[in-house]
């Protein structure tokens, strides 16, 4: 099916949140999006925002917009669909502290929960009751393997990814029928900006794997995609591994 299905000559307009995100950078890449696609990059850091959009072969603006300020985020979705419909929206804020960290200091495990799931929550329901108004958008979200059983090296971070996840498939199902579809990504471990310093795991992917596979997941109607594909059988295992056995895995 057509990621975007209005034609030759139409403007398409996506908006990425966590605007210099390498995966979503990398899926907005792997889309292969009309030329005149629209594209809003949103985030804190304007100078990297308009780096990030001179590497992209659309026409590019910024937004001021951060995950953990949950009171603008209806006036930011407002704004942003003022200027006209979104055809998609991809969710890709997010950030990773090491648990000792948010051990050490509690605030950063706040901020590290509004960043990766209650930013999510409430940016997303703004949004997706513009598009449900308007019959018709997409909606990516980008999980994580993380979410399936957080585990204890990093469960603040495996907790929060596991409520992103809930809660995407919730709004799927909440918007059935509506024209509006949502799209749950859940990669492995990413070699990348968020993970350097990190021994690789197992099954690792770059972001423009997780870029590609993502855009075949659209291209192909699925309402998720497991990065790589493997992730899906390994996830069922994950879940019957007997709690004791569970507490030894150290990373």
Do not use: C
């Not at 000559?9 to 030329?35: D, F, H, K, V």
């Not at 005149?36 to 990030?52: F, K, N, P």
């Amino acid at each position: 099916m057509e990621i975007f299905p209005n034609g030759p000559g139409s403007s398409p307009r996506i908006l990425l949140l966590g605007g210099t995100s390498e995966i979503g950078l990398a899926i907005l890449s792997a889309l292969a999006a009309p030329a005149q696609t629209w594209v809003i990059l949103a985030g804190r850091d304007e100078q990297r925002l308009a780096a990030a959009g001179k590497q992209l072969p659309y026409q590019v603006r910024t937004h001021v917009y951060d995950a953990t300020e949950t009171d603008t985020h209806q006036a930011f979705a407002d704004a942003i669909f003022a200027d006209g419909p979104l055809d998609m929206v991809i969710s890709a804020a997010g950030i990773l502290v090491p648990q000792p960290e948010v051990e050490r200091d509690v605030r950063r495990a706040a901020e590290m929960v509004e960043t990766n799931f209650t930013g999510h929550v409430t940016s997303l329901l703004a949004i997706a009751g513009q598009m449900r108004a308007r019959g018709r958008g997409t909606i990516v979200v980008l999980s994580s393997v993380a979410a399936i059983r957080p585990r204890k090296a990093n469960f603040v971070y495996g907790s929060a990814k596991a409520g992103l996840d809930s809660f995407a498939r919730g709004l799927a199902d909440s918007l059935h029928g509506t024209g509006v579809r949502v799209v749950l990504v859940r990669p492995g471990f990413v070699t990348g900006r968020m993970t350097a310093g990190m021994s690789p795991a197992p099954l690792a992917t770059t972001p423009e794997q997780v870029g590609a596979a993502t855009a075949a997941a659209l291209r192909a109607g699925r309402s998720s995609v497991w990065i790589p594909a493997p992730l899906g059988g390994l996830a069922l295992a994950l879940r019957l591994i007997p709690r004791p056995a569970w507490r030894s895995i150290s990373r």
